[in-house]
């Protein structure tokens, strides 16, 4: 097949050599991207561009380059919503289910042991073709096709049935950059896209940006959809109302990822009172973005073909498979196309329905969306206010962020990093000078004495001890032979002069037993205080205690067995500091559980 490249009449060579006349093509919208005649690489491997054909489908419209590889193979260029797909004919080794029994997201065997996920079902219509085409297509043909992915996304499949209900002829190709593969041509023929289109509904021309991939565009003046995927413009819908507050506006500048890109068009999106924008940002390189606004957060997302198992009964914050991931599944709904306007690689009706899963993975995301026979997945991600704001205009006002998003990340503030750090390395100090304290007191005996019941009764002094240094912190500990009794001691510090310059107490006591459960005991018989002496001197302990046995009986007179001794390590002291140090540490894990707390909140709700 042929397309004459004056009068557009699609020319026809039978198998007895005999030329045919058809239909004539549309006048197709050039390209920048891909020319017939024109060289170039894809993948690094040379190519030349032999022609072109474009479909129509419900939704839009799609372009195939025919192109000769370096080693003589014709292989297929599929341009779609700015995605680029490296297709070959596929030998199908066993049955493939009729197009009527196929449905979106339905697994499909291609033989060889291969499988794919079929993501959309249509018919397409043939509106037109330039250059050489290696077999026949009558223009304004229309045949039914199924298009897919494996469910790891590496490979695309295409399956095209035709009116005879025999075997689909069936494709396989690689998913490839738009970035990765272009063509060059030193005379390129004028862009039909300098072409006047002017609306139907209200006559006023279109004004705006478009691309040779755009589908569709919204008329300014009456809010009218204008579908160009036929030779004139064709309204197919229409903006009722006043225009939403959206952040950005048509033809809006951003850098994002390195890339400068324009916002084409705008979507608004409603289910209940919930209000979702989405932004197409396109360019001429890269192909297009897609940017989510949702409570004045950001999502940047790209289309995505690896298969999203859904079990059939799935809540909030379930484990998710995607390819060799996991996700949490957030929330699941159907939304509303309420306003649209701009340019768009495809046909967006006010009025259609989505249905939407959406999966998370801070700060990634995956949106299934399943509309009519068609199943789309994306790939997104957060993007945070500092990132969006160094990618617009200087002076361009964010509207500040509404609660936690479902793929927000969690980023604690520089303080609390701060003080996790410094929370850190106080607990290890204070934990290795506990462990001191316990473990390697170096405990100097100043004074061991036995005090009897005849003198603690009294206010009895114990033999005099020295101190040489100043602010010397000592350990009284004691014991006494206590059985079912208890005694209360009171300690004082006498220096050389008999003046008192501290006073602490001490008790003990001891019970046990036996009753229906078995032998019990309580308490200890053993005590220990610590007491710091600011000045160097000679010192005596004044003792004075008294006792008692079972509930109101009397002392037992046991004797008291005391032993004060210097340099040791107060252990409790580090305590306080430890308890302060792992609050310190704790902030942040609070911080995080709370964050995630409010993430989940409405979906968990």
Same mark, same amino acid.
């Given at each position: +097949?042929?397309?004459?490249?004056?009068c557009k009449t699609?020319?026809?060579w039978?198998?007895?050599?005999?030329?045919?006349?058809g239909q004539?093509? +549309?006048?197709?919208?050039e390209?920048?991207?891909?020319?017939?005649?024109?060289?170039g690489k894809?993948?690094?491997?040379?190519?030349?561009?032999?022609?072109?054909?474009?479909?129509?489908y419900e939704?839009?419209?799609?372009?195939?380059?025919?192109? #000769? +590889?370096?080693?003589?193979? %014709?292989?297929?260029l599929s341009?779609?919503?700015?995605e680029?797909?490296?297709?070959?004919?596929?030998?199908l080794?066993?049955?493939?289910?009729?197009?009527?029994?196929l449905?979106?997201g339905?697994?499909?065997?291609?033989?060889n042991n291969?499988?794919?996920?079929?993501?959309?079902?249509g018919?397409?219509?043939?509106?037109?073709g330039?250059?050489?085409i290696?077999?026949?297509?009558?223009?304004? #043909?229309?045949?039914?096709?199924?298009d897919?992915?494996?469910?790891d996304g590496s490979?695309?499949?295409?399956?095209?049935?035709?009116?005879t209900?025999?075997p689909p002829?069936a494709?396989i190709?690689?998913?490839i950059?738009?970035?990765s593969?272009?063509?060059e041509?030193k005379?390129a023929p004028?862009?039909?896209?300098?072409q006047?289109?002017?609306?139907p509904?209200?006559?006023? @021309?279109?004004?705006?940006?478009r691309?040779?991939?755009t589908?569709?565009?919204?008329?300014?003046a009456?809010?009218?959809?204008?579908?160009?995927?036929?030779?004139k413009a064709?309204?197919v819908g229409?903006?009722?109302?006043?225009e939403p507050?959206? &952040?950005?506006?048509?033809?809006?500048p951003?850098?994002l990822?390195?890339?400068?890109?324009?916002v084409?068009?705008?979507?608004l999106?409603?289910?209940?009172k919930?209000?979702?924008?989405?932004?197409?940002l396109h360019? @001429?390189?890269?192909?297009?973005l897609?940017l989510?606004?949702e409570?004045?957060h950001?999502t940047?997302?790209?289309?995505s073909?690896v298969?999203?198992?859904? @079990?059939?009964?799935?809540?909030?914050?379930?484990?998710?498979?995607?390819?060799?991931?996991t996700?949490?599944?957030y929330?699941?709904g159907?939304?509303? /196309?309420?306003?649209?306007?701009?340019?768009?690689?495809w046909?967006?009706?006010?009025?259609?329905?989505t249905?939407y899963?959406h /999966?998370?993975?801070p700060?990634?995301?995956?949106d299934?969306e399943i509309s009519? &026979? #068609?199943v789309? &997945?994306?790939?997104?991600?957060?993007i945070g206010?500092?990132?969006?704001?160094a990618?617009?205009?200087?002076?361009?006002?964010?509207?500040?962020?509404?609660?936690?998003y479902?793929?927000?990340?969690?980023?604690?503030y520089s303080?609390?990093?701060?003080l996790?750090y410094?929370?850190?390395?106080f607990?290890?100090?204070?934990?290795l000078?506990?462990?001191?304290?316990?473990?390697a007191d170096?405990?100097?005996?100043?004074?061991?004495?036995?005090?009897?019941?005849d003198?603690y009764s009294k206010?009895y002094?114990?033999?005099p001890?020295?101190?040489k240094r100043?602010?010397?912190?000592?350990?009284?500990s004691?014991h006494? @032979?206590?059985?079912?009794?208890?005694?209360? $001691?009171?300690?004082?510090?006498?220096?050389?002069?008999?003046?008192?310059?501290s006073?602490?107490?001490?008790?003990a006591g001891?019970?046990h037993?036996?009753?229906?459960?078995?032998?019990?005991?309580?308490?200890?018989?053993?005590?220990?205080?610590?007491?710091k002496?600011?000045k160097?001197g000679?010192y005596r302990?004044?003792v004075?205690?008294?006792?008692g046995?079972g509930?109101?009986?009397?002392?037992?007179?046991?004797? %008291?067995?005391?032993?004060?001794?210097?340099?040791?390590t107060?252990?409790?002291?580090?305590?306080?500091p430890?308890?302060?140090?792992?609050?310190?540490l704790?902030i942040?894990?609070m911080?995080?559980?709370?964050?995630?707390?409010?993430?989940?909140?409405?979906v $968990?709700?």
């Amino acid at each position: +097949m042929k397309v004459c490249d004056y009068c557009k009449t699609a020319i026809y060579w039978d198998d007895e050599s005999a030329l045919r006349a058809g239909q004539k093509s +549309m006048d197709l919208p050039e390209s920048t991207r891909f020319k017939v005649g024109a060289t170039g690489k894809v993948k690094g491997q040379s190519f030349r561009v032999l022609g072109r054909l474009s479909y129509a489908y419900e939704n839009g419209s799609w372009n195939e380059w025919f192109v #000769e +590889m370096q080693d003589g193979r %014709i292989l297929w260029l599929s341009e779609d919503e700015g995605e680029l797909f490296l297709e070959r004919p596929l030998t199908l080794t066993g049955p493939v289910p009729e197009h009527s029994a196929l449905k979106p997201g339905m697994e499909v065997s291609l033989g060889n042991n291969k499988t794919g996920i079929v993501e959309e079902l249509g018919q397409a219509r043939c509106i037109g073709g330039e250059g050489e085409i290696p077999f026949q297509v009558e223009i304004g #043909e229309i045949y039914a096709y199924a298009d897919g992915a494996s469910p790891d996304g590496s490979f695309s499949f295409g399956l095209e049935y035709d009116s005879t209900n025999g075997p689909p002829r069936a494709f396989i190709g690689q998913i490839i950059e738009i970035k990765s593969s272009r063509s060059e041509q030193k005379a390129a023929p004028e862009s039909r896209l300098g072409q006047i289109i002017r609306c139907p509904s209200c006559g006023k @021309p279109y004004e705006g940006a478009r691309v040779e991939t755009t589908a569709m565009v919204v008329c300014a003046a009456c809010g009218s959809g204008l579908e160009l995927d036929e030779a004139k413009a064709k309204v197919v819908g229409k903006n009722i109302g006043r225009e939403p507050k959206f &952040t950005f506006q048509t033809g809006t500048p951003l850098t994002l990822e390195k890339v400068k890109y324009q916002v084409m068009g705008r979507l608004l999106y409603v289910e209940n009172k919930y209000q979702s924008f989405e932004y197409v940002l396109h360019n @001429p390189d890269a192909g297009y973005l897609w940017l989510s606004e949702e409570d004045d957060h950001f999502t940047l997302s790209r289309p995505s073909h690896v298969a999203v198992a859904i @079990p059939p009964v799935h809540k909030a914050r379930q484990k998710i498979a995607v390819g060799q991931e996991t996700f949490r599944f957030y929330e699941q709904g159907a939304q509303t /196309l309420q306003w649209v306007d701009g340019a768009l690689p495809w046909r967006a009706v006010v009025g259609e329905k989505t249905n939407y899963t959406h /999966l998370v993975k801070p700060p990634e995301c995956i949106d299934r969306e399943i509309s009519g &026979t #068609e199943v789309e &997945t994306f790939r997104g991600r957060y993007i945070g206010h500092d990132e969006l704001k160094a990618a617009l205009p200087k002076d361009f006002q964010l509207p500040s962020s509404r609660g936690v998003y479902s793929c927000q990340p969690y980023v604690p503030y520089s303080w609390v990093k701060g003080l996790r750090y410094v929370g850190g390395v106080f607990l290890i100090l204070n934990v290795l000078l506990l462990l001191y304290s316990y473990s390697a007191d170096k405990n100097t005996i100043m004074l061991q004495e036995k005090v009897t019941s005849d003198q603690y009764s009294k206010d009895y002094l114990t033999q005099p001890f020295e101190l040489k240094r100043d602010g010397t912190v000592l350990r009284l500990s004691g014991h006494a @032979p206590l059985d079912n009794s208890w005694l209360s $001691m009171d300690f004082a510090v006498v220096d050389a002069s008999d003046s008192v310059i501290s006073e602490f107490f001490g008790e003990a006591g001891y019970y046990h037993g036996a009753d229906s459960e078995g032998h019990w005991s309580e308490g200890t018989s053993n005590f220990a205080s610590y007491f710091k002496v600011r000045k160097a001197g000679r010192y005596r302990l004044l003792v004075h205690a008294s006792g008692g046995s079972g509930i109101n009986g009397p002392s037992r007179n046991e004797p %008291i067995f005391i032993r004060v001794a210097s340099d040791s390590t107060i252990s409790w002291y580090f305590i306080v500091p430890i308890l302060l140090a792992l609050l310190a540490l704790l902030i942040e894990p609070m911080g995080r559980f709370s964050f995630e707390s409010r993430r989940w909140k409405a979906v $968990m709700e």
